[in-house]
């Protein structure tokens, strides 16, 4: 029966969190802030805590590390939101493909390259191989001050499958292309093995206490658009629309970076409530094309805070003047980068916690 008449949508439920409140369409005094890769070598003391465990996979499944790891940036620069500590390619781990990192080179897997390869992989033990996850989210649940919300998040299926194709990053991602061209009902299948697989992982941390959960897709930009929408967009929108049915009141922010324009499209075609901006997106743009369908998260330029002092002071002002305050998460536009002074890192804190609409 046709409906017929309005509706007053009801008003967001305030939060003491300002992360929460602008995910849920409410006012802010300031925007909230945190930062990708806000965890990591720039801090000393990561850097004792990592010595500990030469393994990174171990690392990443020592719940006693990973929640302290995550919990360093808050103690010394006060974010608004603190994210899990942990890796993308914990899920191909998980999976059962043999995942390791070498010093110097970075992640490197046993490829899988055909069905064949493929049909070695299972999500039944998923779960057990990686619980340590969904413990160190409880205990960040119950350790976070009461204004910091936690956020928990995976990587996107084209770009984990990117490292489980290739073996390890690569500048053109050139091994998952050309199998998703000379067989995409095979790529397919992995896409949705992954996509799987990372609706129960997400799921299982918002259980233990994730309040967020945010989609990486570092390698979409090497797609042209017609697979751009079949291998990024498509799973994330499956992944989103999975954990809504379960957890609707929990937001998803999904980042797809490198792909220009189209990033006005992904809030519409995946149903994400917030999108996160790389530095190559212009923020009058965001401004006028992606925030009106979706709250944006970004996109200084990681090397703006390795620059420090005015350079840095101008850029974060103009972000927060054009994006802020509202449906507008302060963040940078990639990771935290090794060089960083953490310094700096505080003066950007500081900039941000005082600045007003």
């Not at 080179?105 to 899988?112: D, I």
């Not at 060089?339 to 609409?357: C, D, G, N, S």
């Given at each position: 029966?046709?409906?017929?008449?309005?509706?007053?949508?009801?008003?967001?439920?305030?939060?003491?969190?300002?992360?929460?409140?602008?995910?849920?369409?409410?006012?802010?005094?300031?925007?909230?802030?945190?930062?990708?890769?806000?965890?990591?070598?720039?801090?000393?003391?990561?850097?004792?805590?990592?010595?500990?465990?030469?393994?990174?996979?171990?690392?990443?499944?020592?719940?006693?590390?990973?929640?302290?790891?995550?919990?360093?940036?808050?103690?010394?620069?006060?974010?608004?939101?603190?994210?899990?500590?942990?890796?993308?390619?914990?899920?191909?781990?998980?999976?059962?493909?043999?995942?390791?990192?070498?010093?110097?080179?970075?992640?490197?897997?046993?490829?899988?390259?055909?069905?064949?390869?493929?049909?070695?992989?299972?999500?039944?033990?998923?779960?057990?191989?990686?619980?340590?996850?969904?413990?160190?989210?409880?205990?960040?649940?119950?350790?976070?001050?009461?204004?910091?919300?936690?956020?928990?998040?995976?990587?996107?299926?084209?770009?984990?499958?990117?490292?489980?194709?290739?073996?390890?990053?690569?500048?053109?991602?050139?091994?998952?292309?050309?199998?998703?061209?000379?067989?995409?009902?095979?790529?397919?299948?992995?896409?949705?093995?992954?996509?799987?697989?990372?609706?129960?992982?997400?799921?299982?941390?918002?259980?233990?206490?994730?309040?967020?959960?945010?989609?990486?897709?570092?390698?979409?930009?090497?797609?042209?658009?017609?697979?751009?929408?079949?291998?990024?967009?498509?799973?994330?929108?499956?992944?989103?629309?999975?954990?809504?049915?379960?957890?609707?009141?929990?937001?998803?922010?999904?980042?797809?970076?490198?792909?220009?324009?189209?990033?006005?499209?992904?809030?519409?075609?995946?149903?994400?409530?917030?999108?996160?901006?790389?530095?190559?997106?212009?923020?009058?743009?965001?401004?006028?094309?992606v925030q009106p369908g979706a709250v944006v998260q970004g996109n200084l330029d990681p090397l703006a805070v390795v620059a420090g002092g005015r350079a840095m002071r101008a850029e974060t002002e103009?972000?927060?003047?054009?994006?802020?305050?509202?449906?507008?998460?302060?963040?940078?536009?990639?990771?935290?980068?090794?060089?960083?002074?953490?310094?700096?890192?505080?003066?950007?804190?500081?900039?941000?916690?005082?600045?007003?609409?």
């Amino acid at each position: 029966m046709a409906f017929s008449g309005s509706v007053t949508a009801p008003s967001p439920r305030p939060s003491a969190k300002r992360l929460l409140t602008v995910l849920a369409g409410g006012v802010v005094d300031r925007p909230p802030f945190w930062l990708m890769r806000q965890a990591g070598r720039y801090l000393p003391e990561y850097r004792a805590v990592r010595a500990t465990t030469p393994d990174f996979v171990s690392f990443c499944l020592d719940p006693d590390k990973a929640a302290a790891v995550t919990l360093q940036p808050i103690e010394r620069f006060g974010m608004d939101a603190a994210i899990l500590f942990a890796d993308i390619l914990l899920v191909p781990h998980g999976l059962g493909q043999a995942v390791r990192f070498a010093e110097g080179e970075g992640p490197l897997l046993e490829p899988v390259t055909d069905r064949a390869g493929l049909a070695r992989l299972s999500a039944d033990r998923l779960h057990d191989k990686v619980g340590a996850v969904y413990e160190t989210v409880r205990r960040l649940a119950a350790s976070l001050p009461a204004d910091v919300a936690l956020i928990g998040f995976a990587g996107a299926p084209w770009t984990v499958a990117t490292y489980m194709v290739g073996g390890r990053g690569s500048p053109d991602q050139k091994a998952a292309r050309l199998w998703a061209y000379r067989d995409p009902d095979g790529f397919a299948a992995l896409i949705s093995l992954v996509t799987e697989a990372t609706i129960g992982y997400l799921g299982r941390q918002i259980e233990a206490g994730a309040e967020v959960v945010q989609l990486f897709d570092s390698w979409a930009g090497s797609l042209p658009e017609p697979e751009l929408r079949r291998w990024v967009f498509a799973p994330i929108r499956a992944i989103r629309d999975a954990l809504k049915i379960r957890y609707p009141t929990v937001p998803v922010i999904g980042f797809a970076k490198g792909v220009g324009p189209l990033t006005a499209s992904l809030a519409a075609e995946t149903g994400v409530e917030a999108v996160g901006l790389d530095g190559s997106i212009d923020a009058g743009f965001a401004a006028a094309a992606v925030q009106p369908g979706a709250v944006v998260q970004g996109n200084l330029d990681p090397l703006a805070v390795v620059a420090g002092g005015r350079a840095m002071r101008a850029e974060t002002e103009r972000l927060l003047r054009v994006l802020g305050p509202d449906r507008y998460i302060f963040n940078l536009g990639h990771g935290v980068v090794p060089e960083t002074p953490p310094a700096h890192v505080a003066q950007l804190a500081a900039q941000i916690k005082a600045w007003r609409r």
